[in-house]
């Protein structure tokens, strides 16, 4: 089936667009937190996500629907500089829907990107592997590839060396191969996934 974006995600993308424009008005002091990124990063987030997968060589569009379930992201790294972070990075989604139980996760190095150290806006890229999984009673699809993401997120400081992080990230799977039952297919099918979500980011 296909779906639309919830009015309340929606409002979570634009409060999170509009945050750098908000912060830069406040002055130079408006991010504290942008001052302490050295050292150790941390963070973890939850939030909705939908997924679908894309299947050139299927001869039908059995994948193009997407699906919304439930997706997380964690990183441990460190910071290069206060406007450079460089993570672990570790993606997931996922979605129960007796009798189809559906899984991706990926495991990638991602960059993180301030541009200003007086905010907490940035950007992230990241690359690495991804495995999804769709299966039932009879039937396991699982496909391995490669995989890349994008994303912008902004940490709101709530301690010291703590903060709220809203993010997005776009994840895409490329390449790879997929495995029906055991047995190689000839055809690849390639996850991709869209995450909004909150969590915390120790710096």
Known sequence: M????????????????????????????????????????????????SASASCPGCG??????????????????????????????????????????????????????????????????SVGGIRAIAEDDLLLIQTDAWMATTGIGYDLPVGESISLTLYANYVRGFGGTTWVNGAASPVVVTPNALQVGAGFTVH
């Open 2 to 49: 296909r779906i639309s974006i919830c009015p309340r995600l929606a409002a979570a993308l634009v409060a999170l667009a509009l945050l750098p424009a908000s912060s830069s008005a406040q002055g130079p002091d408006a991010s504290p937190a942008a001052e302490a990124r050295t050292g150790i990063h941390f963070s973890i987030g939850l939030g909705p996500g």
């Open 60 to 125: 039908a569009d059995f994948f193009e629907d997407r699906l919304t379930g439930v997706s997380g992201v964690a990183q441990l790294g460190f910071f290069a500089n206060p406007k450079l972070a460089v993570a672990a990075e570790f993606i997931g989604w996922l979605k129960n829907d007796a009798p189809i139980y559906r899984r991706v996760a990926g495991l990638g190095v991602s960059v993180l990107g301030y541009p200003s150290e007086t905010s907490g806006f940035f950007v992230k890229g």
